[in-house]
């Protein structure tokens, strides 16, 4: 086991125990009840257990365990919308009332309580539509600002990390906190198209479509069109990589990301793409047929394939960046 996964499992949580029920004990009781196959299950969480997303309901101590399967985006949850109305017909105390009922020193934020930002009190007595806070974070920084991968593979010279979705183009997109989904290049055509001279990157409001050349890899007088992985409308670019383009090639899967978008149904838009298990695969296809394409320019490699390094076509521009672009950009 990886030091990585050991660190995962660490503060997961999951039932524990768990027995089957009937209709009637859907409606009360302390445990999580989930129906499978017509038959209703009782599921008590591990005395302690965490949740890698806990719920603000949970946290707030309304809710006895729930982990946010909905990237925090609480205005289009289903759970959200359900416990609102218990709460407007009486059934339910609602999440900022029971914020309200704990010690001042206690009353935090809920950007805390969702582990998103370090411990921050109140001040809007979780009144968070007059919050100028809450506004800030959710409109601004959280899109600014990339975050690193929970846990990278590396596949013959080339990272890979879990939980992004991968497009066939060497793209790559990541749901982000609050909703909205975060693009950029990865791995493997950063290393295969070298140091890049610019990006050639759509403005803010654009519309982008699954599949369609969205933007451009700029490198001297050569240009790269590459595939959006998802479509979706623009609302933020990253300026750093319009100053320093090196970013993307030191880190694209954090600070090197494009830009922001959202679009209407996120989960279904990420069907659309690759996850970990035929990413992975893939990855090793793409590194094949790289390096028969390399055989035929420079002749047979040793016989493990070695490492794929940095700036594959500035050490071989015979390679050709336009064949480079066709067969893996897909362009």
Same mark, same amino acid.
């Given at each position: ?5 050991? /660190? @995962? *499992?660490?503060? +997961? ?6 027995? %089957? ?14 129906? +499978?196959?017509?038959? !209703? ?8 257990? =965490? ?14 365990? /729930? ?23 009486? /059934?339910?105390?609602?999440? @900022?009332?029971?914020? *309200? ?25 979780? @009144? ?6 809450? @506004? $800030? #974070? ?17 596949? *013959? ?8 979705? $991968? ?20 791995? #493997?055509?950063? %290393?295969? #198209? ?17 599949? !369609?050349?969205?933007?451009?890899? %700029?490198? =001297? ?15 933020? !670019?990253?300026?750093? !990589? ?28 990420? %069907? ?17 047929? +790289? ?38 950009? =897909?362009?």
């Amino acid at each position: 086991m990886t030091q990585e996964n050991e /660190k @995962q *499992r660490s503060h +997961l949580g999951y039932g524990s125990t768990y027995k %089957k029920g009937g209709k009637k004990d859907l409606a009360g009781g302390m445990e999580n009840k989930a129906v +499978l196959g017509g038959q !209703v299950w009782m599921v008590s969480p591990d005395k302690g257990a =965490k949740a890698m997303n806990p719920c603000i309901w949970m946290q707030a101590g309304v809710a006895k365990f /729930k982990s946010c399967n909905n990237y925090y985006d609480c205005t289009t949850c289903k759970y959200d919308f359900g416990m609102q109305k218990k709460v407007q017909s009486g /059934k339910q105390m609602s999440w @900022q009332d029971a914020m *309200r009922r704990r010690p001042a020193l206690d009353r935090i934020c809920r950007h805390s309580l969702t582990n998103r930002i370090e411990k921050r009190s109140c001040a809007y007595d979780f @009144q968070c539509g007059t919050c100028d806070f809450d @506004q $800030f #974070f959710e409109d601004v920084w959280t899109s600014k600002i990339g975050t690193i991968p929970f846990e990278m593979k590396q596949i *013959r010279g080339i990272d890979l990390p879990t939980g992004y979705g $991968f497009h066939k183009g060497h793209t790559w997109a990541r749901i982000e906190s609050g909703g909205f989904i975060r693009i950029g290049l990865d791995d #493997f055509a950063m %290393k295969l #198209f070298g140091k890049a001279d610019g990006f050639d990157l759509p403005l803010m409001g654009k519309e982008l479509d699954h599949g !369609v050349p969205g933007w451009g890899l %700029k490198r =001297k007088e050569q240009t790269a069109d590459v595939l959006s992985p998802v479509g979706g409308i623009i609302t933020e !670019v990253n300026a750093k !990589v319009r100053e320093n383009p090196e970013i993307t090639g030191r880190e694209p899967f954090g600070d090197g990301w494009l830009f922001a978008v959202r679009t209407p149904d996120v989960k279904k838009t990420m %069907k659309e793409l690759m996850d970990d298990s035929e990413s992975l695969n893939w990855i090793n296809q793409e590194i094949d047929i +790289l390096e028969t394409m390399i055989e035929d320019v420079a002749g047979p490699l040793a016989a493990d394939g070695g490492y794929l390094t940095d700036d594959i076509y500035g050490a071989m521009p015979e390679l050709g960046w336009d064949n480079l672009a066709k067969t893996f950009l =897909k362009t």
